[in-house]
């Protein structure tokens, strides 16, 4: 996966926030579902479109001056999608406390310069997580397929 292993920083900004000094969660999604979509770029080496935001699980908040790492790759592949993990942390640059804020899955789809569909490679995880998220991405696919015919 590390084809398409996508890491960002972001500062957090007084714009970025609410009146309680913590990034607004539509600009975390927005971080998000860029690098998803750098990260599927760069393991099918074509444009992408965002098919699904599956999961967004926001775990604790960044305030202003925190530092944001987003790092993201594809997990599984179908035969023109990809699924891709994105984590987010955040860092206190004064006194480097880190924590996990956001983790999500997304579903993106390579494709041609007429937006059709088109083949991506497999992936090959390698670290402990990679393996563990590529071996559950059956269930999470599933969990989409039955999401998606209640419809």
Do not use: C, W
């Not at 999961?55 to 987003?70: I, K, M, N, R, Y």
């Not at 880190?98 to 007429?114: G, Q, Y």
Request: a negative charge; proline letters at 4%.
């Amino acid at each position: 996966m590390e084809r398409s292993k996508t890491i960002q920083t972001k500062l957090v900004l007084p714009p970025d926030t609410n009146h309680l000094q913590t990034i607004f969660g539509g600009k975390v999604l927005s971080y998000i579902d860029e690098i998803a979509a750098l990260a599927a770029m760069k393991h099918s080496n074509h444009a992408v479109v965002t098919a699904s935001i599956d999961s967004v699980d926001f775990l604790s908040s960044a305030t202003v001056g925190d530092a944001l790492s987003l790092e993201a790759y594809v997990t599984s592949t179908g035969r023109t999608s990809m699924e891709v993990y994105v984590k987010v942390r955040s860092t206190d640059l004064l006194t480097g406390d880190s924590k996990l804020t956001t983790e999500s899955f997304l579903t993106m789809v390579a494709v041609d310069e007429n937006g059709r569909p088109v083949p991506v490679p497999n992936v090959i995880p390698l670290s402990d997580e990679e393996i563990r998220l590529h071996e559950t991405a059956a269930a999470r696919k599933e969990h989409r397929k039955n999401r998606a015919s209640i419809r």
